[in-house]
């Protein structure tokens, strides 16, 4: 299993700004109650690499960002450790919302569609990739497409870093990760109700997960299936391994962004175990059970990492 890369280069599509607001009971219609809880930049490849600072590895995030939030997402991630290349665009960044019920024990998520890209931001985009994606990089995309943006450009976008020489990861829905598929690819990481888009039908079961996860990992190296409270599968180099961890669910603050601690914990335990798939499996959702216990996507506190650690099992799934 590959386990170094000369560099991480995380790509932002349709970055958004995150607000989180606890609303204790909350219901549809009339006047309630609630506190914000967050807002900051963020989307999934934002998420990751911040997390991935965390942990002690050094990305590059590059992709297209709203004027009126360019200064914002740069000033981000310049505080957390992460070289900023990114390229403004016409119109207003979105903003997300998170709505946390903390009696209910619910989380309602209500996304907006981000502004447009045009021809011109796609080709300042291509001729950026070259600039930072190298033979050997890990090229991340993750998050939903913009509008505008077509299936072409994104296999163009795909197709830009393979003949770089870089591996490609991808964590993305519906058509986009149906056409990653088909693409040569290096990590595809869907929840199960995306493999379930992916197969044509609702959330798998778990031996339809294993069973089509084996499939995949027939021709891409590597497939991460995140299912939730339910821990996670990776299937890679022909093997299929199952890892969970307990965290009690009156500790969990918000699940936004443990995705992308997933794929976070992931990287950084395949680099620092030299390709062990098994510890970059625990140290995936390790992380992502960390996250969870905090108010802010996919940042986690060490204390919880270390505490969550040693029970996190792997097992062998046959």
Not at 165 to 173: E, L, Q, T
Request: one cysteine or more; proline letters at 5%.
């Amino acid at each position: 299993m590959k386990a170094r890369f000369r560099s991480i280069v995380t790509v932002t599509l349709n970055p958004t700004i995150d607000r989180i607001i606890e609303v204790p009971a909350f219901r549809v219609g009339g006047h309630q109650q609630g506190h914000l809880r967050v807002r900051k930049p963020a989307g999934k490849a934002i998420n990751l690499a911040r997390a991935l600072a965390d942990l002690g590895i050094r990305s590059t995030a590059i992709g297209w960002v709203g004027m009126n939030a360019f200064d914002l997402f740069h000033e981000a991630m310049q505080s957390a450790g992460v070289k900023a290349c990114f390229l403004p665009i016409t119109g207003s960044t979105r903003e997300n919302i998170t709505i946390i019920d903390p009696v209910g024990h619910h989380e309602t998520h209500i996304r907006d569609a981000g502004p447009s890209v045009d021809s011109a931001d796609v080709r300042r985009l291509l001729d950026l990739l070259p600039t930072v994606v190298e033979q050997d990089s890990l090229v991340v995309f993750t998050g939903s497409l913009p509008p505008g943006l077509s299936m072409e450009v994104w296999s163009d976008l795909i197709r830009s870093c393979l003949a770089r020489g870089a591996s490609v990861a991808v964590d993305i829905a519906g058509e986009p990760l149906r056409l990653a598929v088909q693409r040569d690819v290096w990590l595809i990481k869907p929840n199960e109700m995306e493999l379930g888009e992916l197969l044509g039908g609702a959330a798998p079961d778990e031996p339809t997960v294993i069973r089509e996860g084996r499939k995949l990992n027939e021709r891409i190296p590597v497939v991460l299936v995140t299912m939730g409270r339910r821990g996670a599968y990776c299937f890679a180099d022909g093997r299929a391994l199952h890892a969970q961890a307990v965290v009690p669910e009156d500790q969990v603050r918000s699940t936004v962004g443990c995705g992308d601690a997933v794929m976070a914990g992931f990287l950084a335990g395949l680099m620092s175990s030299d390709g062990d798939v098994e510890a970059a499996l625990r140290e995936a959702v390790t992380i992502s059970a960390a996250a969870a216990l905090t108010d802010e996507p996919a940042r986690f506190e060490r204390a919880a990492v270390d505490r969550i650690r040693p029970d996190v099992q792997v097992r062998h799934v046959s």
